[in-house]
């Protein structure tokens, strides 16, 4: 059974850094892509960063510049690096990963992690 396991979130003043990480585990699987997703409070959840297999990342407009996305293929993780934090990134925070799983044949399929809070105070 495939697990994501967030940690990193917290609460940062505005200028501030963190940095999330994401660990893949359980089963047989290759990584398409992992990203990360955040909610806010009554708002929807929006795409942060993702980065695929091959390298290619996309962000959001409103981090540019602030996040980076990075992963480590051997230890199956992606991290978010997030400087220069600003009140508006609050939120919790999701990773996300597609996979392809062999069970008896290979599918693809996606996995969210249980969320972490990033708060920013002003």
């Known amino acids: 059974q495939v697990q994501l396991v967030e940690s990193g979130g917290g609460f940062v003043q505005a200028g501030g850094s963190l940095r999330l990480s994401c660990a893949a585990s359980?089963?047989?699987?290759?990584?398409?892509?992992m990203g990360w997703y955040r909610q806010a409070p009554g708002k929807q959840r929006d795409l942060v960063a993702r980065?695929?297999?091959?390298?290619?990342?996309n962000y959001a407009d409103s981090v540019k510049g602030r996040f980076t996305i990075s992963r480590d293929n051997a230890k199956k993780t992606v991290y978010l690096q997030m400087n220069s934090l600003k009140p508006e990134d609050t939120a919790v925070y999701f990773c996300?990963?597609?996979?392809?799983?062999?069970?008896?044949?290979?599918?693809?399929?996606?996995?969210w992690g249980q969320g972490t809070q990033v708060t920013v105070s002003s």
């Open positions: 980065i695929t297999s091959g390298g290619s990342t």
């Open positions: 359980g089963g047989i699987f290759s990584i398409n892509a």
């Open positions: 996300n990963a597609d996979l392809s799983i062999f069970d008896s044949r290979w599918y693809r399929r996606d996995y």
